[in-house]
């Protein structure tokens, strides 16, 4: 059975940082592209990155810059480092798998002073 | 970027009876390798978004046959035969056959019973 697996979300001051994390279990995250999205209170979803099996990157031009995602195939995890966040990052981030066939349960963050 | 609009953005239904949500998308969705990348998710209160169509028409495992999709090129449709409580939520259709960015969402059509 695949489970992913995030983890890291929490409250956070506007300018601050954080590292989100998806653990894989079932599936191997570096033979797939695996992508996060997001989706602020009350709003529609939206594609954040992706990072495809040969490691190429791609970023929404709302976060290029600021956010990174890279994976650790030794511990078949997916990360999103998020750098000088704002208020309008505040979204529970959910990793996907297979062309959003598998997904992830979600993390809260919040940007807020 | 491509632009993928949906309608209705709500939808009351009654149980048992059919809907249909639209989806329309701002250029073709025709891959260069002859695929249409297509795709319906459902999202119920609470809950992570559930892929149930992929590639316009091809039910996933686990989805209801009730749930059926169609279309090509700009203009697709999702369809409930029959509405049942467990179907309410919010639906979303998604492109992913113009990159960056990699995937496109709708704006979501929320169903709910009358």
């Known amino acids: 059975e695949v489970q992913l697996v995030e983890s890291g979300g929490g409250l956070i001051q506007p300018g601050g940082s954080l590292r989100l994390s998806c653990a894989a279990s079932?599936?191997?995250?570096?033979?797939?592209?695996m992508s996060w999205v997001r989706q602020a209170p009350g709003k529609g979803l939206e594609w954040v990155s992706v990072?495809?099996?040969?490691?190429?990157?791609y970023y929404a031009d709302s976060v290029k810059g600021r956010f990174t995602i890279s994976r650790d195939n030794s511990k078949n995890t997916l990360y999103l480092q998020m750098n000088s966040l704002r208020a309008e990052d505040t979204a529970m981030y959910y990793c996907?798998?297979?062309?959003?066939?598998?997904w992830g349960q979600g993390t809260l963050v919040t940007v807020s002073s | 970027d491509v632009v993928m609009t949906q309608s209705p953005l709500s939808l009351p239904v009654t149980l048992g009876q059919p809907a249909s949500i639209s989806c329309r998308s701002s250029?073709?969705?025709?891959?260069?390798?002859?695929?249409?990348?297509l795709n319906w998710f459902q999202q119920r209160p609470g809950q992570s978004p559930r892929r149930l169509i992929y590639?316009?028409?091809n039910r996933d495992s686990g989805a209801p046959d009730r749930f059926s999709g169609s279309g090509s090129g700009t203009d697709f449709t999702l369809k409930i035969s029959r509405v049942e409580a467990e179907d309410v939520g919010v639906y979303y259709c998604?492109?992913?056959?113009?990159?960056?960015?990699?995937?496109?969402f709708g704006q979501g059509t929320k169903v709910e019973i009358k």
């Open positions: 079932g599936f191997t995250v570096s033979s797939n592209y």
């Open positions: 590639k316009v028409s």
């Open positions: 998604m492109q992913a056959t113009h990159w960056p960015p990699t995937w496109t």
């Open positions: 996907a798998a297979a062309m959003g066939y598998y």
């Open positions: 990072i495809y099996s040969g490691g190429s990157t």
């Open positions: 250029q073709s969705l025709v891959h260069s390798d002859g695929n249409t990348y």
